[in-house]
């Protein structure tokens, strides 16, 4: 039986790949997917969105726009990693415009999907949780009617990407992401960054990734490129995927090495740590475990959920 | 020409008087009436407001519900001031249930109604400000499409009444006010909470009002003896309206005796003062004037605008 | 008898002008004055406090110096108000220079004094409380062996003048003035901020006051120049006098009109409010009342203390 | 040559151990045991130490007693781990009283000492950094006479021991550990809670190790009986040295396997994450590196240390 999904994200060359990833899955139906401010402003998210959907020739699955900040209203500067406009600074002139966007906002179309599909639908989270959180205090009941919510964001260690403990998509919405983890109420599961930063793929795999003759392969190669100039200039030596690791764990479970399942919730109010994700090791605060948060992959296998998505 | 307003409100005993206040107006066109978690849950409020409505005989105003709690999703316990009701603890069992509520959730209501009646409409609100904050979220526009918001709530000499420093329509939803106060773009008038108390009025006028042989005298008269008994058994020796006070500035702008025009915004993240308004006196901050702060009132006109909407 | 006083502070010249009004009584007998960072950097202050005594012939009062920045170790700038040297960058070559500093550290000066005449001396504090917060951590009973505590510091309505909320002794040392209010144990009695600016003086008595043919007056003249300068180009048409407020509640207790007896503590987790006074008006904290605070001057009286000392 | 330390403490069985530890090696010269609250109240902390020092026939070893409550003098409740006297409940009616701790306050020692072995004494601190903050405090150049500090505390990768982000050290006083990471100018070398974690001992390797026909073994067994079964009820598999950890790096660097070189600081504002140490992994923060975290222990060098420790 198909798996349905609806993919809230801000591509982002990450998102773009790990929607070619859901694309490739036969087994895989996205029933939609909405946008929110992140790597960009919201509507060219929702610009990038089509322009994958249209190198994979899958413009019947709808995109919605979102929230254009995070709750408290206070955007943060997106990281200068994917372009200004998300997508590696390489516009593409035929590219759909923004008339292809759908006109229902983000989070009544999510309230709805989540109704018309409920308990047959997976929600797979990528970008900054503002839509997810905006669409639970519409509406306290969305989450239950998800069979899993599938978040790339936070940590488990401490490491941050945008601050010395923060990762970006928690970072730039924490009070979204503190409302996601405490109210969502269906089982979630996260990839956080540390587990990206563990499994980096070399950019020899990076690039034969990128060489295949699809348009699809074609899009990858030319928007990563801006991110794989960035992370060379800073002197790296490897590529770290975000995004397509926690598609790859959702799409394939065996991607999954190990986990933890654990309480989990997030700092909103810290000098030097707003943004963090809060693991309750030793079981403190006495509250039951809410997330699971993948801590190892099979390399192996989550390389080939990427490559088989460009060829 | 007629005022359009929508009220955004937590009935409440002092919301109840407010919008019987806005009732006696014959200039004054209510739109909708949209209902907000505070002194009691979200769907009693409605229910509390059409109670209002049929006591004055307006059923033909819609009411709406939105947010169940503040935008963080923890709600802090009520006063015990309104009664667990939130309107004394004296239930009329000929009041409209819930099937009279509309529909549509009070958030895209709002949004809607903004763009019908664009630039012609006011917004009141005498609740938390939860309802508003999610509007802005959803529209960034949605503000700039009112000739004004009016507000209860907050201090501006950091008198709470919940916390030390927390007023409750405020401290209820410090984020939300938060949100608010810096992305409406509209003129914003505020009653905060020590005019109310500077603005108290004898328990023989609270008592006259309510003595008047109309079904909305009698009304009043029913729910506010919780309250009463309430202040009498704390020894005070009168009587604080708060709704009432600034729906009577925004009905007679002559009730307004004196006002500041100012920057101010919210604590989120105090201790102790998490939800205080915070008065940029000195322009520390270096931003523009945001708000009119009502800091007196002509007592008089103050008390027959009360007294005008019970008779 | 006399009153034996211990005065810590950061002169400044309202420091400057308060040590001339302590001198000016003859039953006040100064058994130390201990230096705190602040107005400007410690070791200046108790050059400026000697340069004071020299002006009033009393260099046999010893100077101590303190801790040379607050609590959490972060150097606030100060305001420009007082000038770079703390006393009107008037410097004057025949002032006493540091030799004439004992010494002793000001934090063993202060608990060595402490019981030297225990139960028989008042602490008089007109600076950041970082030197009082340190003695009562090197020694929990430090604060119960002085028959009381007098601050100028904070405020009770929420207005500062270094922050929107932070008076400048409060927010240069939050931590401090926390540990001091909750920690002290020995009556206190506060003048905030508000009641400074309620009590300012007309520029015809401040020139007044400076115009007698004293050494004192003369210093005063001097170094006030530059603190008038800075208000007129502000466009005031008053000045505040600050720590000489205080002096003159404790000198003599006349002066005070009004004060309230509450329980008070300071914020030092806000983002706004950092530094601010947190008064429990309404008992919600369940705390025992440990300040009072002067919320109204006699005028007159105020002012003859402050002509009388320069006489 | 002999290596100079001064020992601040807050015994504590592993204290107990860490100081024995020093003890056993020759070419250390314990020149002053400096106590703090934490594990139990400070008084008692010194006893601990001098029976210790007893176990060990160096009752020459001068103690001395400082700060009662961390710097904002709010006391957390200690851990039952140690017992209620910090020692496994286990008093031993021949210990040495309190007349032999010595009359000088720590702090005044600590700078004293500092100055009369400048440059030639390490400190070693396996407590909570409240007395070394406040001599800091009081001494801006307290540290930088020391040849390096070596600290028992906070965490490298989130995880606490007394809250879900907070190690007990630096979760007890935020602020003192806040100050001396930031402020204490001398090479600093950190042994974090996960790196204890990561090694523990097996309970065989524990009472080995207490099972010697020593003092010194005996006391440790006595004393560290409480302990145990503290963690065999909740069903631990194996016993944690904290303290011993730190020790054991000092006295035998080649214990250190592993370690970064990086700035990091402590939140002290955060409602989940007070007390947590932040690390700027990717420089986020634009610091110069202020301390060494020991990453990885040689188990066996480790284990040996504390062997030879009882022998
Ligand atoms: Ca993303
Ligand atoms: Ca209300
Ligand atoms: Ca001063
Ligand atoms: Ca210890």
Known sequence: MDR????DCDPGNDDAMAILMALSYNDIDIIAISCVEGNTVVKQCGINALRVLQAADRMDIPVFVGCDSPLLGERKSSSPYHGHDGLGNVPDPSAPDESFIQQEH???????LSKQYQDDVHLVAI?????????IRMDSKFGTRFKSCNIMGGNYQGVGNVTPCG????YFDPEAAYVVLN??????TIVPWETCVQHAISFETHTK???FNTKKAKLMKAVDKHSVDHVLAKGHNNFIPADEALMACFLNSDVIKNSIHMYATVETKGEYTSGQ???????HLNKQANVTIVTDLDQT?????MENALK
């Open 209 to 211: 990734h990128r060489s």
């Open 301 to 305: 296998l989550y390389e080939q959920t």
């Open 183 to 188: 109210q969502l109420k269906c089982p979630i």
């Open 106 to 112: 983000a989070i009544t179309a999510l309230i709805r």
């Open 277 to 283: 994700m809060v693991i309750d090791w030793r079981k």
């Open 127 to 135: 970008g900054p949780l503002t839509n997810v959180a905006m669409a």
């Open 4 to 7: 349905k999904i609806i993919i």
């Open 167 to 170: 990762e970006f998509n928690f």
